[in-house]
């Protein structure tokens, strides 16, 4: 044996010096790069403006065919009795979006493969005339997918449009294995710019279990997220790789500052949290960033259309202030799914007809005013000026009872600044969070005493904990604690107006500062020590 002993310390040698394969020279190439914390496309700056449009597999007779959602035009109906006029179909909308001033849609496909019945193995999902289902094996049939997707990117090529694409989550072996014959399939399309591989962990990730068995430990979340990072490495390496994140409080087990994704694409809505959660990205995960989802929903009467177009207007201000890179807003038509927050998001409604310029494609639907804006966003200019906002410390103006605390580094005692701070009522039915300043403090307001908490910060590890605060009264005049008003009131049911400034801007942001500092009692919280994970590379 000792013959091999030096050839082997040699091999040993050379594999530790090892290193990375440097990224292509993309930029004489149609495929879209980064480069400087911005897209590129060859030498230009590329800035997605990107709207989000939900796609399914539709079966006409013996023929499949991609199709947008049974919703869209008339509720639960396919228009198009034919393969080529359900393609027509597609075309027409997505010229419609071209026209809108939009230069990239998001694709989402996530549900087009199901589930057997908890066994791990998966069947794609075609829908009928009738919307009922037909389900073929995943594992025989890649061919019915990906001849899908090759027919909407041809479409959007034609309209020089590109696609980021929501994928089916790969967690599950099988579905592992179909995301890597789907990214090799298309790894030479430059149309599909980038691919969303999990739609808000924070929602959906183990959403088929219960309670603390959906929690998922941030090392797990790293490793999963970066066998998927090998995946592009390997199959699309000219393509670019996201997740479209949720809220801030993502990070107490999906830490975006850590995860090996090229860029952020996060989730924001509610006008009290979106200024403030555009502005913990931008400054909290140190990685380039768009917005892939927001809306206000909008139907003209509970909301009216101007304050959706005034809406737009500013988030997409805020977004480009605080440097993001792209703006994305949920979704191309109203549906009927239910609720308001959902059916009205849309820059389409159901009623009335649109033609496409070209007279050659009648979509069932108005535009509201907001599609109308579009085309001028790109002509603002950035202030390069991103504020912390007026309310980021009490996004939704709770103003019964306040909890100061300061969360600190475990090895060097120093403060955490964007730590997060989460807590929940005892019945688990009211949550919301709060933030850390720079000097690791934070002043945590609800309507109902808290008692259950978690706490993490970027990079940082989580704790989890229940505490009984011992709330005492700010002064001698303040009402009982058990007849406070609104303790009960999720955010869900906040709106924003009676926050609003009564003055000329009538700016959807305009937020009055005296109402997110109000409090009767007042609780301490001892500090909380974070550490620095311990498995990031």
């Known amino acids: 044996m000792k013959y091999f002993i030096f050839p082997l310390i040699a091999l040993l040698i050379l594999s530790s010096c090892k290193t990375e394969k440097p990224a292509p020279d993309l930029s004489r190439t149609n495929f879209i790069y980064l480069n400087n914390n911005e897209f590129k496309h060859r030498d230009s700056t590329f800035f997605p403006l990107m709207l989000n449009y939900p796609i399914c597999i539709r079966k006409i007779g013996d023929e499949y065919v991609v199709s947008p959602y049974h919703d869209y ?11 080529d006029s359900a393609l027509l179909q597609v075309e027409g909308h997505m010229k419609l979006i071209k026209e809108m001033g939009f230069n990239t849609v998001r694709l989402a496909a996530d549900n087009m493969l199901w589930e057997i019945d908890d066994t791990k193995k998966y069947n794609i999902i075609a829908f009928k005339e009738d919307i009922s289902l037909e389900k073929r094996r995943l594992k025989n049939n890649y061919d019915i997918y990906f001849d899908r997707i090759h027919e909407i990117t041809d479409i959007a090529k034609k309209l020089d449009l590109r696609i980021m694409y929501l994928l089916t989550t790969p967690i599950d072996e099988e579905v592992k294995n179909f995301t890597k014959a789907l990214l090799k399939e298309f790894s030479n399309r430059p149309t599909i710019f980038a691919y969303d591989f999990f739609n808000e962990p924070l929602y959906f990730d183990n959403e088929e279990l219960k309670g603390s068995k959906r929690k998922r430990q941030k090392e797990d979340a790293y490793n999963i997220v970066v066998e998927w990072k090998e995946m592009m490495d390997e199959y699309a390496p000219n ?9 801030p409080n993502e990070v107490l087990e999906w830490d975006a500052s850590i995860l090996p994704v090229d860029f952020v694409a996060f989730h924001t809505y509610h006008p009290l949290r979106v200024p403030n959660e555009i502005y913990w990205y931008a400054n909290y995960i140190g990685k380039p960033w768009m917005l892939g989802e927001t809306s206000l929903p909008a139907d003209n009467d509970s909301i009216s259309f101007q304050e959706q177009t005034k809406f737009m207007k500013e988030t997409y201000q805020r977004t480009i202030d605080c440097g993001g890179i792209g703006f994305g807003w949920w979704a191309f038509q109203d549906v009927n799914w239910g609720a308001f927050g959902h059916d009205h998001t849309s820059l389409l409604t159901r009623k009335g007809i649109t033609w496409t310029k070209d007279k050659q494609h009648k979509i069932i639907g108005s535009l509201k005013p907001a599609a109308k804006i579009v085309k001028t966003l790109k002509n603002y200019k950035p202030s390069k000026d991103c504020p912390c906002w007026t309310n980021y410390y009490n996004m939704l103006g709770y ?19 964007g730590a997060v701070v989460r807590g929940w009522s005892k019945n688990w039915k009211i949550a919301t969070q709060t933030f850390t300043r720079k000097d690791g403090q934070f ?22 904990f229940n505490q009984k605060i011992n709330y005492k009264p700010k002064n001698e005049n303040v009402p009982p604690m058990d007849s406070l008003k609104n303790q009960n009131l999720e955010y869900k049911n906040i709106s924003y107006k009676p926050f609003l400034k009564s003055d000329s801007t009538g700016k959807i942001f305009g937020f009055k500062k005296q109402a997110f500092n109000q409090y009767y009692y007042v ?12 498995f990031v590379d």
């Open 73 to 83: 035009e008339k509720a639960r109906h396919f228009e198009g009795s034919t393969k």
């Open 239 to 247: 393509q670019l790789f996201t997740i479209g994140f949720s809220e």
């Open 399 to 417: 103003h019964n009872m306040m909890i100061k605390g300061k969360i600190i580094n475990g090895e060097t005692d120093k403060p955490i600044e």
């Open 443 to 464: 002043t945590f307001y609800s309507n109902t005493p808290f008692v259950h908490f978690e706490i993490s910060a970027p990079g940082m590890t989580k704790i989890k």
């Open 523 to 534: 609780g301490e919280m001892e500090a909380k020590k974070l550490y620095p994970l311990d």
